[in-house]
């Protein structure tokens, strides 16, 4: 028995193909389309299925569903996909289920993007020891998700927006959701990038947008902030320490309300930052607690860049084990 | 069948008598000594339990049991209550359960006392007709709980701390925990009061020591906030609205991360305050949902000054029905 897993990302789409037991046999990353629409994307995730299979040796005939995670808004009934600003034209509501249905030949399952990265890391990666959990994923944004009594709550459909815990409401730092003082606004990627670029214009020094062009990207992705750290970067290292000091606040906020066992960061910047980034978080979150003598484990994401996709195919129901 | 439940608080005793429906037979408050110790204590609990059974003219024999909602480390195996800092000697180690047992012939139950309170609005007030929510209960400090599923979310035992939401890391008020910038350090009745004395002492205009005075109190009590701001003092009414800040953004904080059905705002200022508290604190959050379109209903408690002792008589378990 097999399922496929597919992490849709504005930049990058992977694939993974799993068992029952979500011991992975094929894997496959590819960059998302930039351009045309919905059914190119689609395209390119079936593509990236069939060359996860390959990847294995895989038959179809074991394959029996899709999990894909997706940004945007979601219709888990309609099996629809609208408002996924940061894939090609595509605000419309596109019957994502169907077309995927449609080519790969199996059932297809709907999730959130980040909802199913959160529930990969509680069922499969460094919350599995825990009742309750944080999760927090930065990325581009700050998203995240709540699990209690190992389950992911959400709410009314739209809990988990840890990224905008005000940790400073007078004053804040403008955030990419038109508020300010949100966490996002100093540990999002995007928030991060606007800050330096403003300063970078204002002549302070940097070495962040030689970075960039070197790795011939256009954005400042995680690797550039991590290279430019790496080099004492001033303007980077003041930034991810921003980020680190608005995280402890929120993080240190959230396990006061909710007292869960572990917190696990992770995200495109998270992951790639690492451990040390992890490590300056707990401490800068340890002066928040009011329980400070029982904190909360504060771990990496243990399933790195496969956790999204291993999240989707968790979607994906395995039938009942025959007896 | 009879159940009593106290409410005991630093400044007062409140005893009720419910039966099995936990419609209320018979109440009694009276002043927590404030001198002596645990057993002095114990005594006034005594007598307000057998008030309350004589305010309804009650029968013993129907009595089967006793919940007491209590401030301190409570030990709910052993029945104790430790490091009650607001009761006269009580930072030791007092077997509370047993000795009120030997007291009033009964079983008795302990419980947090805003644990109580928040399990009563969602068992029989304002949270009734929801599956998921946020207390907020501003008295001398701000507490609370979460309500997922119905059920009280305690994490590991000292979850619902949401008057330590930070919501101004930086230059925050001094909050009377030691930290900053918690939502407490400006909703708080004790750090309201501690700002209110020092602006007093620099020679700015108030009532609000006048009217303590004419009341008889040595604390700005609730009522005195409540009468200050109807006789729109400057300084009342400026504390108030700091206040007002301050649970918008912590509150909007919350929902983002639990997306619950509905917000319950209670507590000795909350409740003297009321409703016009109420309307004004969710107009201050309606600025930080991330997700406007769906917020939550915002509450005030309807169990009033009663939801405490009510919470904690829910404490005593009823027998099976006899079917």
């Known amino acids: ?44 995730m079936a593509d990236a299925v069939k060359q996860a299979m390959a990847d294995g040796a895989l038959s179809y005939d074991d ?8 940004p945007g808004q979601i219709d888990l009934d309609a099996g629809t996909v609208s408002n996924a600003g940061n894939l090609p034209n595509w605000m419309v509501t596109y019957p994502l289920s169907r077309e995927m249905t449609a080519r790969l030949r199996v059932p297809t399952y709907l999730g959130n993007d980040v909802q199913v990265a959160v529930n990969a890391e509680v069922s499969l ?3 599995r020891p825990y009742n309750s959990m944080l999760g927090v994923f930065c990325g581009t944004g700050v998203g995240g998700g709540v699990v209690i009594n190992k389950e992911l709550w959400i709410g009314r459909g739209a809990a988990g927006e840890i990224g905008h815990i005000c940790v400073q409401t007078k004053g804040g730092a403008p955030c990419t959701c038109g508020r300010t003082g949100c966490m996002e606004a100093y540990a999002g990627r995007a928030a991060m990038e606007i800050q330096a670029r403003e300063w970078f214009a204002e002549g302070r020094p940097t070495e962040l947008f030689d970075i960039m062009a070197d790795k011939g990207r256009e954005r400042l992705a995680s690797g550039v902030w991590y290279k430019a750290s790496k080099h004492k970067d001033k303007m980077a290292k003041k930034l991810i320490k921003r980020a680190v000091w608005a995280l402890g606040s929120g993080i240190g906020s959230a396990v006061n309300i909710l007292d869960v066992e572990a917190v696990v960061i992770g995200g495109g910047l998270g992951l790639r930052l690492g451990q040390p980034f992890v490590d300056k978080i707990e401490k800068a979150m340890m002066p928040h607690l009011i329980k400070p003598a029982k904190p909360p484990a504060v771990l990496l994401a243990e399933l790195g860049d496969l956790g999204g996709a291993l999240g989707a195919g968790l979607l994906v129901p395995t039938p009942a084990a025959a007896s």
């Not at 992977?14 to 629409?37: L, M, N």
């Open 1 to 44: 028995m097999l399922r496929a897993g597919v992490d849709l990302g504005g930049t990058k789409i992977q694939a993974v193909i799993t068992d029952e037991h979500s011991k992975v046999w094929g894997t496959y990353r590819c960059f998302t389309p930039q351009e045309g629409g919905p059914a190119d994307v689609c395209d390119a």
């Open 63 to 70: 394959l029996i569903g899709l999990g894909i995670g997706a």
């Open 125 to 127: 990666g460094a919350g």
